[in-house]
């Protein structure tokens, strides 16, 4: 368990706790356990995960910043606190107009395409944070061999459901949005439902698992799709 950092006021009513600057699956996990311990306490309004922070926003009727973060010092959290998070199977078509980057991307990396796919699907990857918009997933870490930069020219709309590797992380699109991404498969599975009240099917701490499927299972897993819980 990584303790954090450092704690300093964010606001007149949120602290804010940083581990180390990195990406780190050891770190993310920590954070996580925070944010679940903080829930639990009565004066704790939100507590929002990031990649290495963790913001919490808190009732200042209640108490202050001084004796929250006493009470976070006196009750440092445990892999016990933590519910270990939802584990999402999701399919993804790769390649062709639904990935049109992966032979590219295969190509740079030194990668077959049928590789690049292995490696991909290989990884059971963590929900870093949710951000850039709404319902989108950072998931890594990413194989090493997988690493690999944004496109030069970021595409003006990128398909909802496009599957796209940037770093050593990927992710999916839930949207049609712009975006830099290297798109190497496209995802059936809707991912955001803004008439729920949990418009995310993805939370921070889950886990997500890709598994390839062919062009033709993409209508009828589209119409599948299960919906998730509010």
């Known amino acids: 368990m990584r303790l954090p950092r450092n704690i300093q006021n964010y606001g007149s009513d949120a602290l804010l706790l940083e581990w180390e600057q990195e990406i780190d699956p050891d770190i993310n996990i920590s954070v996580h356990h925070y944010a679940e311990a903080l829930r639990g306490h009565p004066a704790v309004v939100e507590s929002v995960a990031a990649y290495n922070s963790l913001l919490v926003r808190y009732d200042p009727n209640q108490l202050n910043a001084y004796q929250l973060r006493e009470w976070i010092y006196d009750h440092p959290a445990t892999e016990s606190n933590n519910k270990p998070g939802k584990l999402h199977r999701l399919p993804v078509v790769y390649g062709g107009d639904y990935g049109p980057d992966l032979a590219t991307t295969a190509k740079s990396l030194k990668l077959s395409q049928k590789k ?18 709404p319902g989108f997933a950072f998931l890594g870490l990413t194989d090493k061999k997988l690493s ?35 798109i190497i498969g496209r995802c059936p599975t809707r991912l955001w439902d803004a008439s ?34 509010a």
């Not at 490696?119 to 949710?130: D, P, S």
């Not at 496009?162 to 991404?181: D, F, I, M």
């Not at 993805?202 to 119409?223: H, I, M, N, S």
């Open 196 to 229: 729920k009240f949990r418009a995310n099917r993805l939370q921070a701490g889950d886990r997500v698992k890709f598994y390839a499927v062919q062009p033709e299972e993409w209508t009828a897993l589209e119409k599948k799709t299960a919906s998730w819980k």
């Open 148 to 182: 690999v930069d944004r496109r030069e020219t970021p595409r003006t709309m990128v398909p909802a459901g496009s599957v796209g590797l940037a770093g050593r992380q990927t992710a999916v699109y839930p949207n049609s949005s712009p975006g830099g991404w290297q």
């Open 116 to 133: 690049l796919i292995e490696l991909h699907t290989a990884t059971t990857y963590l929900v870093y944070q949710m951000g850039f918009q």
